[in-house]
């Protein structure tokens, strides 16, 4: 039993951590990018608002909202939402940034069957995040003191089992 609890906690952590490296990657890379001015000198905005142009897409706005690294496409309300950095910014990571965003306006548009089942997925994936944090930290200090750690586990594990099949349902939509 002890050593159950103790590869669950390897787990965890070591899922924990190669998240944590995930993202450190990709903000460096994006830092990195964003020194790296456009040929065209066109912005994010005006980058996303050609595509669309181009594919003949006229319903779907673009707007600006707050955060870094906070960009997605809204298939709700079609609008691709950009942070200020990718919206105004006139270099090769913005235009990344706004492009691929677009590309899930274009996904929509031609009903990528992948993409209207990732979204569906959205609620349960947002409630898992929200329950996997807290979970963790109850078994993680109240579980032996109340013996039900084995089961605060199992349920940190369903609840990264819908994160992960999110994940994997994401690649083909991102790519």
Request: proline share 2%; hydrophobic share 50%.
């Amino acid at each position: 039993m002890q050593n159950k609890k103790i590869c669950s906690i390897l787990l965890i952590l070591f899922f924990g951590g190669l998240s944590f490296y995930v993202s450190h990657k990709l903000k460096s890379k994006f830092k990195a990018y964003s020194q790296v001015p456009t040929s065209s000198g066109l912005s994010g905005a005006e980058i996303a608002e050609r595509m669309l142009r181009d594919n003949n897409i006229r319903d779907v706005k673009v707007i600006s909202v707050q955060g870094q690294l906070t960009d997605h496409y809204n298939p709700q309300n079609k609008t691709i939402n950009l942070s200020a950095d990718v919206y105004s910014g006139r270099n090769v990571a913005a235009a990344a940034v706004a492009a691929h965003e677009t590309g899930h306006a274009v996904q929509h548009a031609t009903a990528y069957a992948m993409l209207g089942f990732r979204s569906a997925m959205v609620p349960a994936v947002n409630l898992s995040s929200r329950m996997i944090s807290i979970i963790f930290m109850v078994a993680l200090f109240g579980g032996y003191a109340f013996n039900f750690f084995q089961q605060a586990i199992w349920v940190v594990i369903i609840a990264q089992s819908v994160i992960t099949l999110f994940s994997l349902v994401t690649l083909p939509v991102e790519i």
